[in-house]
């Protein structure tokens, strides 16, 4: 399975933008670039996912590098409700298991 | 539509017990994962079934099983608990079979004394 690094964590203050990062430099060509996050006693919630283009949803951009290698998540005005566990993962498309890292603990300061 | 169920919230066993966990996939979805949670191993795949089929299966000993209904409703269990086996099981369903998207259950807390 391919890794991805994250950071440990990162703050942030509310209704500012925010760029979590990931590192995935071992990418293949069919990996998909997936986001999820886990709020406080919740199980996770997909955020968004891409292979190639940037791509937009109503919670967060995706920004993807031209070499694929790298990727970042884009909330664009952080709420308290933003603060979780972010996780990057790649998952080819049919793949049926998505492995999970540490992730991104993102703290949003009021 | 309604979203993944997971039942029980919350459960207390002893060691040497089983235990069965129930999840109900949202409507139209046939496909159900198994993940379970630990603060030392985070999230780890357990299996997943598509139909009635388990399609694939992760790393953990034969004590961990599980099923799929015809109704795409999943059970898992887990024989002769060790303490180790304390941790969140988090159940996702999906539309099919390689569909991209994972919806995850808000999860069954076990704890194992």
């Known amino acids: 399975d391919a890794k991805t690094t994250q950071p440990n964590s990162m703050e942030s203050n509310e209704e500012e933008p925010v760029h979590l990062p990931c590192n995935h430099s071992t990418i293949s060509g069919t990996d998909y670039i997936h986001w999820y996050r886990q709020l406080p006693s919740q199980g996770p919630e997909y955020v968004i996912h891409?292979?190639?283009s940037n791509v937009n949803n109503r919670m967060a951009s995706l920004a993807i590098a031209e070499d694929r290698k790298s990727s970042t998540l884009i909330l664009h005005r952080a709420t308290l409700r933003d603060a979780a566990v972010y996780y990057c993962i790649l998952s080819q498309g049919g793949s049926e298991k998505l492995v999970f890292g540490k992730g991104t603990k993102l703290t949003v300061n009021p | 539509k309604a979203g993944v169920t997971q039942t029980p919230r919350y459960l207390i066993k002893t060691r040497g017990q089983q235990v069965t966990l129930s999840c109900s996939p949202i409507s139209g979805h046939r496909s159900v994962s198994w993940y379970q949670q630990t603060p030392g191993q985070g999230l780890q795949f357990l299996f997943e079934y598509f139909s009635e089929t388990q399609r694939n299966k992760g790393n953990f000993p034969g004590r961990f099983s599980g099923r799929q209904f015809s109704n795409s409703r999943s059970e898992m269990n887990v024989s002769t608990l060790e303490l180790g086996d304390s941790a969140l099981y988090l159940c996702?369903?999906?539309?099919?079979?390689?569909?991209?998207?994972?919806?995850f259950g808000p999860g069954t807390r076990l704890l194992v004394l």
């Open positions: 891409g292979l190639t």
């Open positions: 996702a369903s999906r539309g099919g079979y390689g569909a991209e998207t994972q919806y």
